[in-house]
């Protein structure tokens, strides 16, 4: 099955600073999600981004689909971004059914 | 839209205890899913749905059972419940369409987190 890297997988940051993360998948893909499981555990769509660029607020997001690899931008980040941040890719082939990554946990210090 | 719903919150079941975690959305989508999160992982599918009447198995099957009579709902059924299912249970939907610009988009619902001593 499709395989799903993220990188990298802990992330200290102090208040204010900003962050790339990073999402590797083993093939091509037609759905790709990012993904903010906050501290109570609930999952936030962040992004629905198969393919280009897509922006919201201080996150955003690229996917370079024909290198198979996907970028999460946090600028001027806040207390509130922390938690975990999961990647999920889907392949038409599977039915579009999502494949995690292992997550990249994000703590901001204020 | 209430979007995805799933009770209970919280559930301690005993080992060979059995438990059904209820989902509903109200989105009309066609497809529904069920995954699993254990500690400091990211999550992995148990079954899902393409429709009403339609099943199939994901990654991690064993020792669960679905069926989704309605487009609504898609009940997640534990039988025989053992240690290794302690873990937080988010279920999905999606559209499924082949149309409109997010249609593979899948949405989650608060998850259901369950312990079994």
């Known amino acids: 099955g499709i395989q799903v890297e993220q990188s990298p997988p802990d992330l200290i940051l102090q208040e204010g600073a900003n962050s790339t993360l990073r999402c590797n998948f083993s093939d091509s893909v037609n759905n790709l999600q990012w993904f903010h499981q906050n501290p109570w555990g609930q999952l936030i769509n962040l992004f629905y981004?198969?393919?280009g660029t897509k922006q919201n607020g201080r996150l955003s997001a690229t996917t370079v689909a024909t290198e198979r690899y996907s970028l999460l931008y946090i600028s001027s980040s806040q207390t509130t971004d922390s938690g975990v941040y999961f990647c999920a890719v889907g392949i038409k082939a599977a039915g579009n059914k999502l494949t995690f990554g292992g997550g990249t946990r994000v703590l901001v210090k204020p | 839209n209430a979007g995805v719903t799933q009770t209970p919150k919280f559930r301690i079941l005993k080992i060979g205890q059995s438990m059904t975690l209820q989902c509903t959305q109200d989105?009309?989508?066609?497809?529904m899913y069920w995954y699993r999160q254990d500690p400091g992982m990211g999550l992995k599918l148990i079954y899902y749905s393409v429709g009403a009447g339609i099943t199939d198995k994901g990654e991690v099957p064993n020792g669960y059972n679905v069926s989704r009579s309605t487009t609504e709902d898609f009940p997640l059924r534990l039988e025989l419940a053992a240690p290794s299912q302690t873990s937080v249970y988010f279920c999905?939907?999606?559209?499924?369409?082949?149309?409109?610009?997010?249609?593979?988009?899948?949405?989650f619902g608060p998850g259901t987190r369950l312990t079994v001593l």
């Open positions: 999905a939907s999606r559209y499924g369409g082949t149309s409109g610009s997010s249609y593979n988009e899948q949405f």
């Open positions: 989105m009309n989508h066609n497809y």
């Open positions: 981004i198969p393919s």
